[in-house]
Each structure stands twice: as C-alpha cells, then as structure tokens.
C-alpha cells in the first residue's frame, strides 16, 4: 500500500527525531553560485570539511552572461558569485563545472544529461526548480542555504515529510499541445498554492507519453502549484535516456540498476492523501496573462472576470500587464522572446522551435533570445544543423545559462516591454524591472517569433 514517494523517502531515512523532523540522507547535491557561497563560508568558520564532496556537483548558470563567456564578466556582483564558487568548490574539493567548460549548463539541464540524477535518488540544491530531477523517478527539491551548508557538513538534511498527491492526465494531448501547455493548465485549475505541503506524483497515459525532455519540464513546473516537488515514475524512456551517459552504471551494474529501477513505482492499492484526475481533451496550447504562473487561460480564450475574492490582485496585475477582463491576446504586440530556462533549454525545445520558423524569418521589431540549456544541447543543435535553420530565418543562438528566466544578468527585459518567454516565472520584474511577461511553450514562442504578435502555433503545423 505504499506510494512511490514512500518508498524512497522511507529508503533514505536514516533517523527520526522524535516529535520533530527526519533525518534524511542525500544521493546527490547540486550547487550554484547564488545560494552556496554562505554555506561554505559555514563551514569554514567551523573549521568543518565536505563529508562526502563526491556526492557534490557544482556550476555557475544564474549569473554567467549569454555572450563573450571567454572574457572577465563585467558585472562585479556576477563575477564575485563566480568567482566564490570556483573558490569554493576547489578548497573543499567537490566538482565544479567552471563556466565557459563543455561541461557548464544550467544546472537542472546538466543534471540529468550528464546521468547524474537517477532514479530512485534524494537530490537536493539551493534552488526551487531542483524538482526538475523528479521526472528521472528521483525525490528532488529545493532547499535553503542554511539547509545546503546541512547537507555538505552530514549529507544529510532535516525535513518535515510532505503529503502524497496524484495527478492524472489521461487521453492524448492535441495538436501543438505540450508538455508546458499541461504544466500551464494543470497551475490554472490548482492555482498557485493548490499543491502546497504536497509532493506530486505525475500518471497516466499522457504523462507515459511524454518524452524525457518533456517529463523535465512537467517536473520542473511543480513548485509553481506550491509543491514541495513532482516525480514521475521511471520507466522504458526514462532508461533509454539515461543508457549510457557519463554517470550512469555500466556493464552489469547497468543491469542491476534497471531491475531495481523498474520496481520503483507506487502500490495498485497505494493510498494517496490527495487524488486529482483531468482530461487532455480540455487543454489547448497556453498562455499567462497576469503575474503568477497559475494566471493563465488558453490561447484562444479571453481573460475572465475574476471572482470578488481575487478581485484586488487580478486588477493590479492585469493592470500591470496592460490587461483587461475579456481581452483576448491572439495578436497582442510582442517585443521580445526567450526561449531556454531549465523549464524548456533542451534540445527537445530547440527542435520545436526550429520546427515553426523553418522557411519562414523572424518578425521586424522582435528581439530574439534562444538560449541553450547547456553547452552538450549546443553541440546537438550544430550536430543536428538547427543552428543553420535559425540562422537562415535570422535568429542567433546565445551560449548557455539561466539567461532571461530571471534579472540576474545582463539578458534584462526592459520596463514595459513584452515578452513571450519559455521559462517557469512572470513575476513583476522577474525578467527585468518593469517588464512584462507571458509565459508559453516553444512552439507558441516561435509562433510570437515570426509574426510579432501572439499567435495560435496550430496555425503553422
């Protein structure tokens, strides 16, 4: 009777306190150089090494700069960021992708390309989208950095078990529709605290048709319902993803691996605190039209009127917006449009959107920022001649980093522009002070792309 969830949180517990948390180990922990430079600095103010540094994976993503990464970074706050971590990962002696490397990336892309998250594991970082790891089968989270100088001191950290939700999508989705579109939809009818004090299991017959790059991105959307995180069980794609990557088993560890692996799903009578089923036949490609992820209506729709109880707050962001109730956004303006984030950064993303503007040229007036998620999808966009389709239609690529998901670099949206991006967040300013947000998939951002305005992407398959 016991839930995925249960089973590997319940494999890694290594003590419960009593009337307090649990005591839980941690396969592997990621760090970036936002939220790890005070927890090192804990440690060396108590005179305390790494426990265990090869369970430690490093990178610089949310302040590495999208062009020039071969010269110093301008911005003294990034580069004394970068610089900690490059510090710090060489005198605690942990693994640090440096900036510019073929190893470098966002770290939720890096992660699972590289087979460092696997299913089964706990992973952990100072980040809220750490459950991106989840769609490996992986219990993964985001912790704070009091909790990442935890979990280098003991690999080990405290937590409060969380709740076990369910959600099946069944049916097949639509034309143009993806996974993002899901991920939209599902943030609508739950709201952005619908989840909260949940962990999420993704099921179903459209969460199994999924590709794994499709599964990251599902995943990596959890925390904006108010998850704790979200997982999906593994399976034949999971494994076909993973064989024979960098740190995936080999040989008959490989092997050993799989068996284990595929016994890692829940109970047919597992009990799960919360049990949520929808249709695929009910979601049509998305957009957001105010200032959280869960302001979101379909492409075709009109903003609805809101409530009395949500009145004040969907006035203020429709106001910041430049909205109105009934307002439909097929045509809107658009001024810029990003595509990349650890939401949608993989190749997977750049083959949709090369797959719209192929034969066709970017729109006047539309400033363009394609940013792969590492420099391995780099190489598969050049591989797979993706760079040469962009260019042809007048797009250019960026190098890798978290880019204009968030006002951490020099890829800023300016005060009143509007954008159609592919990341995770459209909070006020979260793209650059004043700027203005509409969060969509890659087709729907392609589509915005070659025509300047917001445009239903079934039009152009």
């Known amino acids: ?76 706050v990034s580069k004394a960021q970068v610089d900690a971590l490059a510090k710090n990962a060489a005198e605690f002696g942990v693994t640090h992708y440096a900036m510019g490397s073929r190893d470098n990336g966002i770290i939720h892309v890096v992660g699972p390309e590289k087979g460092l998250s696997l299913p089964g594991m706990t992973i952990v970082c100072g980040d809220s989208h750490t459950s991106t790891h989840g769609a490996m089968g992986a219990v993964a989270f985001g912790i704070g950095t009091s909790e990442v100088e935890m979990v280098l001191a003991s690999q080990c950290i405290l937590q409060q078990k969380p709740k076990s939700m369910r959600i099946t999508v ?9 996974a993002k579109d899901v991920a939209l939809y599902l943030m609508a009818q739950l709201t952005t605290s619908g989840a909260t004090g949940y962990f999420v299991e993704y099921s179903g017959d459209v969460v199994r048709s999924l590709s794994m790059e499709g599964r990251l991105t599902l995943c990596n959307l959890s925390i904006e319902m108010g998850a704790r995180g979200g997982f ?3 399976d034949d ?5 993973l064989k024979g990557r960098e740190y995936a088993p080999k040989g008959e560890d490989w092997d050993k691996a799989v068996a284990y692996w595929r016994t890692l799903r829940s109970d047919d009578d597992a009990i799960f605190d919360r049990e949520l089923t929808f249709d695929a ?6 957009i957001t039209y105010g200032t959280n992820p869960g302001m979101g209506i379909g492409i075709t729709e009109s903003i609805q009127t809101p409530p009395p109880s949500e009145g004040l707050g969907e006035a203020k962001a429709l106001s910041y917006m430049g909205f109105q109730p009934g307002q439909k956004l097929l045509g809107t303006k658009v001024d810029y449009v990003f595509l990349g984030a650890c939401t949608n950064g993989r190749i997977e993303d750049f083959r949709a959107f090369a797959s719209i503007i192929k034969g066709r040229k970017k729109a006047d007036g539309v400033v363009a920022w394609l940013v792969p998620g590492s420099w391995a999808v780099d190489r598969q966009i050049r591989d797979e001649g993706l760079d040469s389709v962009l260019a042809e239609a007048g797009f250019a690529i960026r190098q890798p980093g978290c880019s204009a998901c968030l006002a951490m670099n020099d890829d800023k949206v300016p005060a009143g522009k509007l954008a159609v991006s592919t990341s995770n967040r459209n909070f006020e300013g979260r793209q650059g002070p004043g700027s203005r947000t509409i969060l969509a998939s890659p087709l729907t951002a ?13 039009e152009f398959l």
């Open 170 to 178: 069944t049916g097949r989705l639509g034309r143009g529709v993806t």
């Open 281 to 286: 036949a009910d979601i049509e490609p998305r």
């Open 446 to 458: 392609a589509a915005a792309a070659v025509t300047g305005v917001i445009t239903d992407p079934r």
């Open 237 to 241: 794609v999971t494994f076909d993803y």
């Open 232 to 234: 999906i069980a593994p």
């Open 1 to 76: 009777m016991n839930t995925l969830f249960d089973k590997i949180w319940d494999k890694h517990v290594v003590q419960q306190v009593a009337d307090g948390p649990t005591q839980l180990y941690i396969d592997r922990l990621y760090c970036h150089e936002v939220t790890s430079p005070q927890a090192f600095d804990g440690l060396r103010a108590r005179g305390l090494k790494c426990f265990r540094p090869e369970k430690v994976f490093c990178m610089p993503d949310h302040n590495t700069p999208t062009h020039d990464q071969d010269k110093p970074i301008a911005d003294p």
